[in-house]
């Protein structure tokens, strides 16, 4: 257990709709990321938030946002959804906008994201 | 930009056989770090290894280890006395240091299966 919570696990949704991911991080780090797996694209980073300010932002689409709340916590939204947002959407943490001490990133379990 | 390639889409081994993944790298970045990670069929993203560039001496974890050779811009992993539990996907992955921490670059990913 990495100590990173994401809700929902499992998410269907028709093409159009709109979701919100959310993820919590390990207790006392301060930043979150977000990235897709998908068949097409792979592993790739969308975004990065540090003590609810955006600090990197990767290959997101106009119609993803995030943010972080004062609590730490992070919602990713996604909206217009089309079928080729199917995926699964990884929230990871770290303690410093540098990494933690080791220099990795704690990883969630993942949503899968299936559009329909 | 920085790309991680990962020539072997497939691979297998017997139990208790040594195995090695290969990963090759291309940046222009001098700080950087460098990850194996795995995923089995529970999708959870595991840091298997890391390894910081300035530091030649290659990283072991227990029965993992790798082969840096940072001139060829090559990351290995290998695996010895292998295990049905190392089954997974593995996802070679490179961090620049300094602003861009946390912005992992993923390779396309191996999937090794291990047989008994």
């Known amino acids: 257990d990495s100590g990173v919570t994401q809700t929902p696990k499992h998410l269907i949704t028709a093409t159009g709709q709109r979701v919100t991911l959310r993820c919590s991080p390990r207790s006392g780090d301060l930043s979150v990321y977000w990235y897709q797996q998908s068949l097409d694209q792979g592993l790739q980073f969308l975004i990065q938030y540090y003590n609810g300010e955006e600090r990197a932002k990767g290959n997101i689409l106009e119609r993803f946002s995030a943010q972080q709340f004062p609590d730490l916590h992070s919602e990713l939204n996604l909206s217009s959804l089309e079928l080729g947002d199917s995926a699964l959407y990884f929230c990871?943490?770290?303690?410093?906008?540098?990494?933690?001490?080791?220099?990795?990133?704690?990883f969630g379990e993942g949503s899968r994201l299936t559009v329909l | 930009a920085q790309t991680v390639t990962q020539s072997q889409p497939e691979m297998s081994v017997q139990e208790a056989e040594t195995v090695t993944l290969s990963c090759t790298y291309d940046t222009s970045e001098s700080n950087y770090y460098l990850f194996w990670y795995k995923q089995p069929p529970s999708r959870q993203m595991i840091l298997v290894i890391r390894?910081?560039?300035?530091?030649?001496q290659n990283a072991t974890e227990n029965r993992f280890s790798v082969n840096f050779q940072k001139a060829a811009k090559s990351f290995s992993l290998k695996i010895s006395d292998s295990q049905l539990g190392d089954t997974a996907m593995y996802f070679c992955?490179?961090?620049?240091?300094?602003?861009?921490?946390?912005?992992?670059?993923f390779g396309q990913g191996t999937i090794l299966t291990v047989h008994p």
């Open positions: 390894q910081e560039a300035y530091k030649q």
């Open positions: 990871a943490s770290s303690l410093l906008s540098s990494g933690g001490p080791t220099g990795e990133l704690f």
């Open positions: 992955a490179f961090m620049a240091g300094g602003t861009s921490y946390g912005k992992l670059t």
